[in-house]
T-cell receptor, first 112, second 112 residues
Framework: NAGVTQTPKFQVLKTGQSMTLQCAQD?????MYWYRQDPGMGLRLIYY???????DKGEVPNGYNVSRLNKREFSLRLESAAPSQTSVYFC???????????FGQGTRLTVV | QQQVKQSPQSLIVQKGGISIINCAYE??????FPWYQQFPGKGPALLIA???DVSEKKEGRFTISFNKSAKQFSLHIMDSQPGDSATYFC???????????WGAGTKLIIKP
């Protein structure tokens, strides 16, 4: 049982480049989330999808876009990467909003 | 009003001792308070969670104490073991939406 799978695990981008972070879950969960984790700041929600077909902004959505491709997959796109987007990105899923969230292993992104 | 303040930032405890991590919140509408444990290179994993209708919840060596009037909750790890060395995050959420507000994290080191 893979749980939540994120790709890639590491990425280095140049300022202005674009990329898409992929996330897939195999737990038949309705809700999916993208967080960023920065030292001393905990986790901050970028976007979430309460159910297939819906997406909503979280605390720090600027500079990002998301797509809920189907129930399993939720991708995060950086259209024009900036050094401020250097972070560790986590995808998570839960059966519904108020239940346990399961996290992927993270993507360490560096923008130079 | 959306902040969750977590302390201490780091904590060193002798093996067999009690580890205590504290969190405080301001928004009295929060109704879900989970604690997550994160090992290096991994995503956070749910450890234990509480709702404000109870003052304490215990699961094995882990206990959440909740003080609604003081707007504080804490994690106690009894008989702390080296395997408990990790970063711990508290969070708070609202039943009306899917967003969790996270504390900044506490790096716990258990000395053998």
């Amino acid at each position: 049982n893979a749980g939540v799978t994120q790709t890639p695990k590491f990425q280095v981008l140049k300022t202005g480049q674009s990329m898409t972070l992929q996330c897939a879950q195999d737990m038949n969960h309705n809700s999916m989330y993208w967080y960023r984790q920065d030292p001393g700041m905990g986790l901050r929600l970028i976007y979430y999808s309460a159910s297939e077909g819906t997406t909503d902004k979280g605390e720090v959505p600027n500079g990002y876009n998301v797509s809920r491709l189907n129930k399993r997959e939720f991708s995060l796109r950086l259209e024009s990467a900036a050094p401020s987007q250097t972070s560790v990105y986590f995808c998570a899923s839960s059966a519904q909003g108020r239940t346990e969230a399961f996290f992927g292993q993270g993507t360490r992104l560096t923008v130079v | 009003q959306q902040q969750v303040k977590q302390s201490p930032q780091s904590l060193i405890v002798q093996k067999g001792g009690i580890s205590i991590i504290n969190c405080a919140y301001e928004n009295t509408a929060f109704d879900y308070f989970p604690w997550y444990q994160q090992f290096p290179g991994k995503g956070p994993a749910l450890l234990i969670a509480i709702r404000p209708d109870v003052s304490e919840k215990k699961e094995g060596r882990f206990t959440i104490s909740f003080n609604k009037s003081a707007k504080q909750f804490s994690l106690h790890i009894m008989d702390s073991q080296p395997g408990d060395s990790a970063t711990y995050f508290c969070a708070a959420g609202l039943d009306s939406n899917y967003q969790l507000i996270w504390g900044a994290g506490t790096k716990l080191i258990i000395k053998p």
